[in-house]
C-alpha cells in the first residue's frame, strides 16, 4: 500500500499549483493524509477528488476547513498508528509541539507540518515526519513530500521526495 504525505499546500496562492510529481505520486496511492496549511477548501476538494483524504487542518485554513477537519486525528492503516497534527502554536519547537499533541496516545509515527522543513527522526520511540512543502519551499533548497509504503504484513517505510 502507497500513501502520499505532504502539509503546507497553501493553494491557491499567485501561480502556484500541485506539482505533476506529487499528482503523479498521488495517482498511485491508496491514501493521501495531509498535515494541515491546505489554505482554501478548494484545495481540499481537489485532493479529496484523487482518492481517501485523511487530513487535519492548520493555522492559516480557512473555516470552511476547519469545519471539515480536526486539529488533529489518529488513524490506523494496516496495524500502523498514525497521528496527524499540523504543529502550530505558542512556545516549543514544531516538532516538541507535534510530539506533545500525542503524549497521552500511544502511535507509531507523528506525521506534522507547519515549519515546511523536511524532518524524518524519531523521538522516545515515535518517528516524527513532516514532509515539507511541495508548493512553497520556504528557504529550503527544494520542494517536497512524502511517500510512505506499508507491506500486507505491517512492515511499513516513509521517506522524502525532493524536487525542483
Same mark, same amino acid.
Given at each position: 500500500?502507497?500513501?502520499?504525505?505532504l502539509?503546507? @499546500?497553501?493553494?491557491?496562492?499567485?501561480?502556484?499549483?500541485? /506539482?505533476?510529481?506529487?499528482?503523479?505520486?498521488?495517482?498511485?496511492?491508496?491514501?493521501?493524509?495531509?498535515?494541515?496549511?491546505?489554505?482554501? &477548501?478548494?484545495?481540499? *476538494?481537489?485532493? &479529496?477528488?484523487? %482518492?481517501?483524504?485523511?487530513?487535519?487542518?492548520g493555522?492559516?485554513?480557512?473555516?470552511e $476547513? *476547519? %469545519?471539515?477537519? /480536526?486539529?488533529?486525528?489518529?488513524?490506523?492503516?494496516? %496495524?500502523? *498508528?498514525?497521528?496527524?497534527?499540523? =504543529?502550530?502554536?505558542? =512556545?516549543? @519547537?514544531?516538532?516538541?509541539?507535534?510530539? &506533545?499533541?500525542?503524549?497521552?496516545?500511544?502511535?507509531?509515527?507523528? $506525521?506534522?507540518?507547519?515549519?515546511?522543513?523536511?524532518?524524518?527522526?524519531?523521538?522516545?520511540?515515535?518517528?516524527?515526519?513532516?514532509?515539507?512543502?511541495?508548493?512553497?519551499?520556504?528557504?529550503?533548497?527544494?520542494?517536497?513530500?512524502?511517500?510512505?509504503?506499508?507491506?500486507h504484513?505491517?512492515?511499513?517505510?516513509?521517506?522524502?521526495?525532493?524536487?525542483?
Open positions: 500500500m502507497k500513501i502520499t504525505v502539509s503546507d @499546500t497553501h493553494l491557491p496562492k499567485g501561480k502556484r499549483k500541485l /506539482p505533476d510529481t506529487l499528482i503523479k505520486d498521488i495517482l498511485e496511492s491508496e491514501f493521501i493524509i495531509h498535515a494541515g496549511d491546505f489554505q482554501s &477548501a478548494e484545495t481540499y *476538494k481537489e485532493l &479529496a477528488d484523487f %482518492g481517501e483524504l485523511l487530513g487535519v487542518y493555522n492559516t485554513d480557512d473555516p $476547513i *476547519k %469545519g471539515l477537519l /480536526p486539529q488533529s486525528r489518529i488513524c490506523l492503516i494496516q %496495524g500502523l *498508528k498514525i497521528g496527524i497534527v499540523h =504543529g502550530d502554536g505558542k =512556545g516549543k @519547537t514544531t516538532e516538541k509541539r507535534a510530539r &506533545a499533541a500525542f503524549n497521552k496516545d500511544e502511535v507509531d509515527m507523528i $506525521i506534522f507540518g507547519h515549519s515546511h522543513i523536511p524532518y524524518l527522526r524519531y523521538h522516545d520511540g515515535v518517528l516524527l515526519f513532516n514532509p515539507g512543502s511541495p508548493t512553497d519551499k520556504r528557504k529550503m533548497p527544494m520542494f517536497s513530500h512524502g511517500m510512505m509504503e506499508i507491506d504484513v505491517g512492515s511499513w517505510s516513509i521517506q522524502h521526495k525532493f524536487y525542483s
